[in-house]
């Protein structure tokens, strides 16, 4: 039972465009979320979060949307840039058993941005 | 470079084998957690160690076990091993015991075990 889901395993987009990612949930106890980015042959690498008490968190181009009502969020990356190019991970974790803060992950969204 | 060190990058080895794989955390991080990613699934997360003591477990198979030393280093070891078992193991470090806002782990490179 995948918790969490990146239901798009790839995305291109042209170089200066927008970047939309999404990813959904479906356990209500989840109430902090992440992304994660992963080139090849490295670790993920944080990048941006966000609380479940916010609705939008920016950091230079990039922006996650939050919406609690449709368990779904979205990374936003303005503008894109090859460089971006990589995996994206959603992951998210909240309270409740053994495990409170855990982090759940998707499976990730390979994105290619076409110079 | 995340400071999270994991050894041996590459591990070639036959069924029924015993491996153990290594991590080094950031300095100054008390947690350590590996995840498995396999072809088509995510990170799964296997198994988180605080401060030496086992803090929470995920889906990590009876053959596989871990643990933190004093250092604060850890070992993941596994055993009887299965040609499902080849996968990237990932190791990661964070502060605390991940609560947020202070959940972000920083990630090694991995470890790729092939089983053949």
């Known amino acids: 039972d995948q918790q969490v889901k990146q239901n798009s395993p790839s995305l291109s987009v042209q170089e200066g465009r927008i970047s939309i990612l999404n990813c959904d949930y479906t356990n209500s106890m989840f109430d902090y979320f992440l992304w994660y980015k992963k080139y090849p042959a490295e670790g993920p690498t944080f990048l941006i979060s966000?609380?479940?008490?916010?609705d939008k968190n920016e950091d230079g181009r990039f922006t996650v949307f939050l919406n609690k009502s449709a368990k779904h969020l979205s990374l936003h990356i303005v503008p894109s840039q090859p460089g971006d190019s990589a995996v994206y991970f959603c992951?998210?974790?909240?309270?409740?058993?053994?495990?409170?803060?855990?982090?759940?992950f998707g499976k990730g969204t390979l994105l290619t941005v076409n110079p | 470079d995340s400071g999270v060190t994991q050894t041996p990058k590459h591990l070639i080895t036959a069924t029924g084998q015993r491996v153990t794989l290594r991590c080094s955390p950031r300095s100054g991080d008390l947690s350590v957690y590996w995840y498995q990613q396999s072809l088509d699934q995510g990170l799964q997360f296997l198994i988180q160690?605080?401060?030496?003591?086992?803090?929470a477990k995920g889906n990590i198979l009876e053959r596989f076990s871990a643990q933190q030393f004093p250092d604060l280093h850890s070992e993941l070891n596994l055993s009887s091993l299965e040609l499902g078992d080849s996968a990237l193991y990932f190791c990661?470090?964070?502060?605390?015991?991940?609560?947020?806002?202070?959940?972000?782990?920083?990630f090694g490179p991995g470890t790729r075990l092939t089983v053949l």
């Open positions: 990661a470090s964070s502060v605390g015991l991940g609560v947020p806002p202070y959940n972000e782990q920083f």
């Open positions: 160690y605080y401060n030496g003591e086992e803090r």
């Open positions: 992951a998210a974790s909240g309270k409740g058993g053994g495990s409170n803060y855990k982090l759940t």
């Open positions: 966000i609380s479940s008490i916010k």
